[in-house]
Each structure stands twice: as C-alpha cells, then as structure tokens.
Nanobody, 123 residues
Framework: QVQLVESGGGLVQAGGSLRLSCAAS????????MGWYRQAPGKQRELVAS???????NYADSVKGRFTISRDNAKNTVYLQMNSLKPEDTAVYYC?????????????????WGQGTQVAVSS
C-alpha cells in the first residue's frame, strides 16, 4: 500500500501565504506524476497543479502566477506554495500521486490520494 499524508493547511487572511506538503510512504515501487486538487463546498474536485518526476509543471489558470508546485523525488514529497491567497481559494486540498506499489500480487500501478487538508482564506 502507498499512503499520502498532507500537511500545512489552515486559516489565512486574503493576500497571505500557505505551504502545503504531501509525503508518499509505504510499499512504493515508483512515483510518477504528483499533483494537488481542491474541492470547494458544492463544487467538483478540480486540478490545481501537477508536476512530473522530470519537473514539468501544469497549473490551473486561476492559480497561475500565485501558486508554485515543486517536489523532492528523493523524499517522494510534493509541495504547493500558495501566495496572494484569495477567498475563492478556500477548499479542501487533496494530494494525488500516480505510481506503483509492491503488493502480495507483485507490483501494481495505482492512483493514490491523501486524506485532504482544509485551506480557508478570509476576506
């Protein structure tokens, strides 16, 4: 099993910053793309940013220029630096990783999710 554990959420005023972290652990064979999604109340989960293991990044238009995704491959950890936060950034943020893990049946590919961390931005 591969587990993702997020940290770094919280309450911040508009214009402030937060940094989210997500560490993968467990029976990891490989971790490929990693990313952050978010889900606001009453809305669908949406992609915020993603990064390949080669470092190529992709961002939602709504966060370009304000958020930066990065990763430490040696630690199987992905980060999301969020600056100039807006009330509309309020959501539960979920870490996602595509990869493969060791199982009793051998190596199996998987799409893994963290438990989510709340980000609240006050106006």
């Amino acid at each position: 099993q591969v587990q993702l554990v997020e940290s770094g959420g919280g309450l911040v005023q508009a214009g402030g910053s937060l940094r989210l972290s997500c560490a993968a652990s467990g029976s990891i064979f490989s971790i490929n793309a990693m990313g952050w999604y978010r889900q606001a109340p009453g809305k669908q989960r949406e992609l915020v940013a993603s990064i390949t293991n080669g470092g190529s990044t992709n961002y939602a238009d709504s966060v370009k220029g304000r958020f930066t995704i990065s990763r430490d491959n040696a630690k199987n950890t992905v980060y999301l630096q969020m600056n100039s936060l807006k009330p509309e950034d309020t959501a539960v943020y979920y870490c996602n990783a595509e990869g493969a893990g060791h199982t009793v049946w051998g190596i199996r590919r998987g799409d893994y999710w963290g438990q989510g961390t709340q980000v609240a931005v006050s106006s």
